[in-house]
């Protein structure tokens, strides 16, 4: 699987640069979070981190599904129905 390799490489190219004089890292995330009914939200947005090791610790849980230069994919799954479903009255799929 190439995505721990690309991580490993982004990681590694950071201890590179002087971490005290480097500017704070802006990184570009679409969220994917997969609900119980199959429905899936997507949310694009900029976070910015000190270090990778930030940014690899809050999205601890969350599935790496691509990462590139210009954008990171993370998916995560809700033991849940999508907050539409919730709006129309369901609380649970059987």
Not at 47 to 73: G, H, P
Not at 75 to 82: A, G, I, Q
Request: glycine fraction near 4%.
């Amino acid at each position: 699987m190439k995505i721990p390799a690309i991580a490993l490489c982004l990681l590694g190219s950071l201890f590179i640069s002087d971490q005290a004089d480097a500017a704070p890292l802006l990184l570009t995330l679409s969220v994917e979070t997969v609900y119980q009914d199959g429905e899936k939200s997507i949310e694009q947005r900029t976070e910015s981190y000190e270090a990778m090791e930030d940014f690899f610790a809050a999205y601890k849980d969350w599935q790496i599904i691509d990462m590139n230069n210009e954008l990171i994919t993370l998916r995560t799954t809700e033991d849940t129905v999508s907050p539409l479903m919730k709006w129309s009255g369901y609380t649970s799929v059987d």
